[in-house]
C-alpha cells in the first residue's frame, strides 16, 4: 500500500517568511510525528499525535513551531517568521502501535 | 533521562566481511528495539525490530538484544558495498514513542 507521504520535498524560502510543511500518514496509523534531521547529525523529535489525545509538543523548539493534525489524518508543520537555523530536512512518521514508518522529508532552506 | 547510545563512526569493513554495530541503552524497563538504515539524503527505513532476549534473523541481517546487559547489535554477514549507510538504533522505554541513536555511519569497502 502506500507509505508515508510528504509535500513539498524541497523548500527554499525567505527569513522572516512562514512555511507549512505536509504530512499524509499510512491509512490507519494512529500515531505521527515530526522530527526534524540537520546536515550530518540525528533525529531531533519535535512533536507527536497520538489518535484523540493532546500532542506531546515537548521537542519544539520555539513558540515559532506549530503543527495540527486534522480528523486524525493529515498533518501540517508550520513555522512562522523563519530563521536560517531553521535549514534542515523534516521528516514525518507515522505508526500503527509503536513501529514507525517515515516519510520522504522536506528539505527546507531558509536563505 | 532515558538515553540510546551508539558509536558514531566511521565503520570501515572491507566487503564480504561482518559488519557488527552496537547501541547501549538506559533504562532496563525497555520493551522494544529498533534498528533503521539511512542512506545519504534519504528517510530511515526499517530493517529490524526484536522484541525478545536472543538472536532474530532475516536474511543477511542478524539482530541480537541482551537486556541484562541494556545493549542491542545488529550484524550484517557478507557486507555488500550497498549496505553503506548510517544505521539508527531505536528503543521505546514503555510508552508508543521512539527515542533514536545519532546513528553509525558503516562503510563497505569494495
Known amino acids: 500500500g502506500a507509505g508515508v507521504s510528504q509535500s513539498p520535498s524541497n523548500k527554499v524560502t525567505e527569513k522572516g517568511k512562514d512555511v507549512e510543511l505536509r504530512c499524509d500518514p499510512i491509512?490507519?496509523?494512529?500515531?505521527l510525528y515530526w522530527y526534524r534531521q540537520s546536515l550530518g547529525q540525528g533525529l531531533e523529535f519535535l512533536i507527536y499525535f497520538q489518535g484523540n489525545s493532546a500532542p506531546d509538543k515537548s521537542g519544539l523548539p520555539s513558540d515559532r513551531f506549530s503543527a495540527e493534525r486534522t480528523g486524525g489524518s493529515v498533518s501540517t508543520l508550520t513555522i512562522q517568521r523563519t530563521q536560517q537555523e531553521d535549514s534542515a530536512v523534516y521528516l514525518c512518521?507515522?505508526?500503527?502501535?509503536?513501529?514507525?514508518?517515515f516519510g520522504p522529508g522536506t528539505r527546507l532552506t531558509v536563505l | 533521562q532515558k538515553e540510546v547510545e551508539q558509536n558514531s563512526g566511521p565503520l570501515s569493513v572491507p566487503e564480504g566481511a561482518i559488519a557488527s554495530l552496537n547501541c547501549t541503552y538506559s533504562?532496563?524497563?525497555?520493551?522494544?528495539f529498533f534498528w533503521y538504515r539511512q542512506y545519504s539524503g534519504k528517510s530511515p527505513e526499517l530493517i529490524m525490530s526484536i522484541y525478545s532476549n536472543g538472536d532474530k534473523e532475516d536474511g543477511r541481517f542478524t539482530a541480537q538484544l541482551n537486556k541484562a546487559s541494556q545493549y542491542v547489535s545488529l550484524l550484517i554477514r557478507d557486507s555488500q558495498p550497498s549496505d553503506s549507510a548510517t544505521y539508527l538504533c531505536a528503543v521505546n522505554f514503555g510508552n508508543e514513542k521512539l527515542t533514536f541513536g545519532t546513528g553509525t555511519r558503516l562503510t563497505i569497502i569494495p
Open positions: 533504562d532496563r524497563v525497555s520493551q522494544s
Open positions: 491509512s490507519g496509523h494512529t500515531a
Open positions: 512518521a507515522s505508526s500503527p502501535l509503536v513501529t514507525q514508518y
